[in-house]
Each structure stands twice: as C-alpha cells, then as structure tokens.
C-alpha cells in the first residue's frame, strides 16, 4: 500500500498528466487509421523514450497502447472499417448503428466500455499478477489448440444468412493462414514458385483487403457516403449520461466480457483480436434478443470494447511477472523495461515497486483519459466523415489503407496482397459470404496448426497420440467448451430447421 500510494504521488505531476494525455491522443489518431497498429505506434514511440526517465518512457507507452486499442472503434464504426485487429467485432453492430443515425450512441458506448475495460484490466494486474501469471504457465501446445478450436466455433455466430456461407468463408481464411513456411516443419507451402511469399499473409493486409476495399468499392457503386446525412451527433435526448445508463444497465454483459478478455489476455499469444471475437460470441448467445445482433445493438460494440481493453493491462500479467509478452505491443514495452535494467519477475514488484506500480496506475489513469479525449475526437472524426463527400472520401481512405499497408514490412506485394484479397471480398459479399468468417479462420488457423502439430510431435511415441490433445485436466475443460459452444450454435438452427419441416409437412397433409 505504502509503495503503491507514492506511485501515485509521482504520478500526479503535471509533466505525467501531459504524457498521459499526448500519448492517449497520439495512439487513438494512430489506432484510427487502417494499417497502423498498436505495435507500429510503440515501436515509432520507442527511440524517444530512451532519453526520457523510466517512469515516464513506460507512461508513454502505456498511453498510446491505450489509445491506439480504442482508436480503432472509430473507424470500425464510421466506415466499417476496423482500425486495430481488436475492433474487427465492433463492425458487426457499430456500423449498422451509424447506416441508422445512431453513430453517437455507438461511439459513446464504445468510449465508456473501452473506459471500464481498460480500469478493470488494471485492477487485476495490481491485484491478481502472480497467481494468474501461474495459471498461464499451464496452457501448452495442445490448450492452445483447443483455444483456436473454440474460437472456430464462432463461425456459426458470424454466418449472416447461410451456415454453409459462414463455413465457406472460415475455410477460405484457413487456407490463406497456411500460405508461407510452416510454423513447425520449415516447409514452404503454396508459394507457386514465388519466394516473397514465403513470409506468408499478414494478418493486417488482409484485414484491410477484407474490410476496407470492399467498402470502398460499394461507396463507389452506389454513389453515396458511408453515413447517410443529417444524423445529429450527440444532439436532442441521446446525451451521453443516457448512453451510459444503457450500457451500464447491463452489467452482466460488461462482467462476462471484461472477465473473457483478462482470461484470454493472459494467454500469450492468443491477442486482442480473439478476445473481442469471443467476448462477441458469448454476448450474443446469453442476449435475450440475438436476432438483432449484427443490425445494430449496442450490446455487441460494448462486448467488443470492453474485452480488447482489458487486454491491454490484462497481457501485462505474464510480461511483468514472467517476462513473456501476451501480446505483440508487450515485445517492445518488454525491451524498454530491459533498456532501463528493469527485469521482469518477483523483484519487480518488490525492489522497484514504485516504478511498477507508478506505470500500471498510469494506465489507470490513461483509461480514464480516453472519456474526455474519445468523445471530443468522436465529434471531429464524425464531422469530417459526414461531411466529405464520397468521390473526395474514396480516393483519401484508398491512399491512406495503401500507405499503412506499405508501412507494415515495406513491401509493395502486401499492397497487391491487399488489392487483390479486397477485390475479391467484394465480389464474395456480393454472394452473401462476409470477411469476418474468412478473417476468424485467417487468425485462429496458424494458432490450430501449429498447437496441433506440436502436440503431436511429442506424443509420437503414444499408442494412441491424439489423446494427448484431452491429456490433462485443462484440455478436457476447453475440449469441452468447444463442444458446448458448437451443440448451443447449432442447436437452434436444428430446431428452425425441424419446425419448418414440420409445418411443411402438416401443410401436406391438410392440403388433400
């Protein structure tokens, strides 16, 4: 307590205040725009914070990793076009919202979920970093798999219309996952003979190819913006105290998400990504009313907010106590740490307590700053994008997805990857299979492999070596909830299908 009430002393000084606040702005202009990752931002903010002092090199870090987690709300929720990979969920529902004059309540609801995500995240770190830190040691190869599994399940909750449509374009993402050399063999696999890409498709490539020309092309089609005009942001009864209220009227729903989000955090590896698509899923299916997910309900956006910031205090756990980094963005907040002879472990927390805890607290305070900070710069992005017409808005949004694509490894193939996989989304909405679907299998498909392959490698001795995969009590858990989780997809879509053909044969029989 004592080491914790002089962190926040050393916080609350006017040059900390002002790198919270810079940072927060900085990583939400960055998290906005498609291309630029979390990853990206710390790593451009890295050569500056080696002159800083290490409290405040760590509080600018934690800042725009806040910052840029959110900032791809927006985007997700103006253009359908997700900013950061974690904000892929918050289109399903954001965008309709806007289509219908609701981008306030989407974007405020956004910014308050993203708020308690991000305390809550912070209050486990401080609180449950060692125990839970443990608990991560046990996921293997195997658990890893079976994480990927039951995130495949989500297939059949992002399938809009057609089952069949949704598996089509999961197994479409799985193939895309296997381009390049393999995680576990080194072997080279559909490459046709050309080596640049043996590096494989990048997550972010696709995700703008998916998501974002698609959307481009059909505001080119059509003739018309992304948001239909007149929409007033913020005025008449939709105030912001009532967003809160709705959101905060459901707690159940912020719990369970903040809860998935802090659990799947602490995995290495498993990223903000599946946390919000997960969070999503499990939203959906305990709503009362899932029909109306994916046309607009709030329930999802804030799902989908409040778990992919958990995450960002949440992947601080096996970082801070083990040294491994949950997420990507955790790699460079790592090497910063060991820059300024900051080892990760027990001393951590006990010799260089004030320091520690002075960070975490930071991002505390940068989750809060988010409120004041997101609202403003929700009004400015809103009025520039209502207020730019489609032929001006097109051609900007098409040069700025291909610049940051470019950034990504300096490559003008993931431009053409880009081009070439958007091109094709269109033309694959056009026939009702939808990214999410393509872009799930794209992400959980190398998590499955390489799990899969793994485990396998070192059961070859077994007389049975798949049991390896339900060897010890966790995988059985998680082999479990996969099943759960596809009988509770696929049940109520049995049962529509028997009752139609109930009625169709009862309406046989009356007919004669």
């Not at 906005?32 to 290490?54: D, Y």
């Not at 698609?214 to 929409?231: I, V, Y």
């Not at 193939?413 to 056009?430: A, C, K, Q, S």
């Amino acid at each position: 307590m004592e080491m914790l009430l002089e962190a926040l002393a050393s916080l609350m000084t006017f040059e900390s205040l002002i790198t919270v606040l810079v940072g927060v702005s900085a990583g939400l202009l960055i998290g906005s725009l498609p291309g630029l990752t979390a990853t990206m931002a710390l790593a451009v903010l890295l050569p500056f914070t080696f002159s800083m002092p290490p409290l405040q090199g760590l509080i600018a870090l934690g800042a725009v990793y806040m910052g840029s987690i959110y900032g791809g709300a927006f985007t997700a929720i103006l253009i359908n076009t997700p900013g950061t990979p974690s904000s892929i969920a918050t289109t399903f529902d954001g965008y309709p919202m806007a289509r219908q004059g609701r981008a306030f309540e989407a974007l405020a609801g956004a910014t308050i979920a993203s708020v308690i995500g991000g305390l809550v995240g912070v209050a486990f770190l401080l609180l449950l970093a060692p125990p839970l830190a443990r608990w991560a040691v046990a996921f293997g190869p195997a658990e890893m798999f079976w994480v990927a599994m039951l995130g495949l399940t989500l297939v059949a909750s992002l399938s809009s219309g057609s089952l069949l449509k949704g598996l089509l374009g999961g197994c479409v993402g799985m193939l895309l996952s296997t381009v390049g050399v393999s995680p576990v063999g080194g072997e080279t696999r559909f490459t046709f003979g050309f080596p640049p890409l043996q590096g494989g498709i990048e997550l972010i490539v696709a995700l703008i190819g998916l998501f974002v020309i698609p959307e481009l092309l059909t505001m080119a089609a059509e003739g018309k913006g992304a948001l239909p005009q007149g929409d007033e942001f913020g005025k008449g009864e939709m105030r912001i105290s009532r967003v809160a209220r709705r959101v905060l009227g459901k707690p159940v729903n912020l719990i369970r998400s903040c809860l998935i989000g802090q659990i799947i955090a602490i995995i290495p590896g498993a990223g903000g990504n599946v946390t919000s698509l997960v969070a999503y899923n499990e939203a959906r299916r305990f709503s009362r009313d899932p029909d109306s997910f994916g046309k607009g309900n709030l329930d999802g956006v804030v799902a989908s907010e409040s778990s992919n910031n958990v995450m960002v205090a949440g992947s601080m756990i096996p970082l801070l106590t083990l040294g491994i980094p949950g997420a990507p963005p955790d790699a460079i907040i790592l090497g910063v740490l060991l820059l300024h002879g900051l080892r990760p472990g027990l001393d951590l927390f006990t010799e260089t307590g004030v320091l520690t805890n002075g960070f975490i607290l930071s991002m505390g305070l940068a989750a809060l700053m988010l409120l004041p900070v997101g609202l403003l710069g929700a009004k400015l992005i809103y009025r520039v994008v209502i207020k730019t017409p489609y032929y001006f808005m097109v051609p900007f949004i098409a040069m700025v997805t291909m610049l940051g694509t470019f950034a990504l490894r300096n490559s003008l193939l993931d431009v053409g990857i880009m081009l070439v996989l958007g091109t094709v989304g269109y033309f694959l909405r056009l026939i009702g299979i939808q990214a999410a679907p393509i872009v799930l299998g794209l992400i959980l498909g190398g998590i499955a492999e390489e799990g899969y392959v793994q485990t396998m490698l070192a059961a070859v001795v077994d007389p049975i070596p798949w049991l390896r995969l339900v060897s010890n009590p966790l995988s059985k858990v998680l082999a479990g909830l996969v099943v759960l989780g596809a009988g509770t997809a696929l049940l109520p879509m049995w049962l529509e299908r028997s009752g139609r053909l109930r009625k169709a044969s009862s309406g046989e029989e009356e007919k004669p």
